[in-house]
């Protein structure tokens, strides 16, 4: 890939990439000959000028009456980028909404085998609320994604703040004193009616409702509906209510 191609790839395409490039090359110039080296007219010249000394990659400097182009340091571009970048994170939740509001048919994506499990696994750290509702089989997560990669889950989870009301079956738990309630771990368990067998994992957050299945069936699914995911809470609520808590809300 050449420099003109990677200036396209971030942004600064086409006329404007070599008269960037030209002026870099040049260092000091009029705007005349920075014109010529690259390959365009005097007139966009100063049009793409005005633009690249907004972005603070080139300067405008005025010598005996004539206007020249100085080129800044190339370490601005990354500058530019993060200026795009608070940008667009401004943009989003704008942007966002309108998207959710352009259609009200579901989204569902399903998944298969390990890589697809954990995708469907980590989406649920994207949650915006930073609140998760889950219904964990505890025996089945830690046959598939397996024990080692829900350990680095649960690490990155609580790294990002997200919070976690939990609900699950003694039948398929792995023992007394794993994944217990604490402030620290930002979980808050309780412990299903005897007999509530959970076989299947469910996370509920924002407009989504995440599901893996067991090692035998072996397949992650996301579903992305607002309905969905409120009928999800509601019986999340009471179940949460019908549950046993492990120890003090947090």
């Known amino acids: 890939m050449n420099l003109e ?10 006329k404007r990439a070599r008269f960037y490039l030209a002026a870099l090359e040049l260092g000091e110039a009029p705007v005349q000959k920075v014109a010529e080296k690259a390959g365009i007219t005097r ?5 793409l000028l005005g633009r690249l000394v907004r972005e603070g990659l080139v300067s405008r400097v005025e010598k005996d009456g004539r206007t020249h182009i100085a080129a800044e340091d190339p370490a601005r571009l990354l500058g530019v980028l993060d200026d795009r970048r608070r940008t667009v994170e401004e943009m989003l939740p704008e942007l966002r909404s309108l998207h959710s509001h352009s259609s009200v048919r579901p989204r569902i ?6 890589d697809g499990i954990n995708t469907v696994l980590y989406d649920t750290l994207r949650c915006r609320s930073k ?8 025996t089945d997560l830690f046959q598939v994604p397996g024990r080692p990669e829900m350990e680095q889950y649960v ?7 997200v919070r976690l009301r939990v609900v699950r079956s003694r039948e398929k738990d792995v023992g007394p004193d794993v994944w217990r ?10 412990y299903a009616p005897d007999g509530a067998v959970f076989t299947m994992t469910t996370w509920t957050y924002d407009d ?7 090692r ?8 992305e509906s607002e309905e969905f995911a409120e009928m999800m809470r509601h019986l999340f609520a009471a179940l949460w209510l019908a549950s046993t808590p492990d120890g003090p809300a947090i």
Do not use: H, P
């Open 131 to 138: 609140r998760l509702e889950g219904i964990l089989s505890m």
């Open 43 to 47: 007139t966009t010249a100063y049009d």
């Open 181 to 190: 309630s604490g402030a620290e771990d930002l979980r808050e368990l309780r």
């Open 5 to 14: 191609e990677a200036l396209g790839r971030i942004g600064i395409a086409g």
């Open 216 to 223: 035998r069936e072996d397949f992650g699914m996301i579903v």
């Open 155 to 161: 690490a990155a989870r609580i790294a990002a703040g």
């Open 208 to 214: 989504k409702v995440s599901i893996i299945a067991s």
């Open 109 to 114: 994506r399903f998944y298969e085998g390990r």
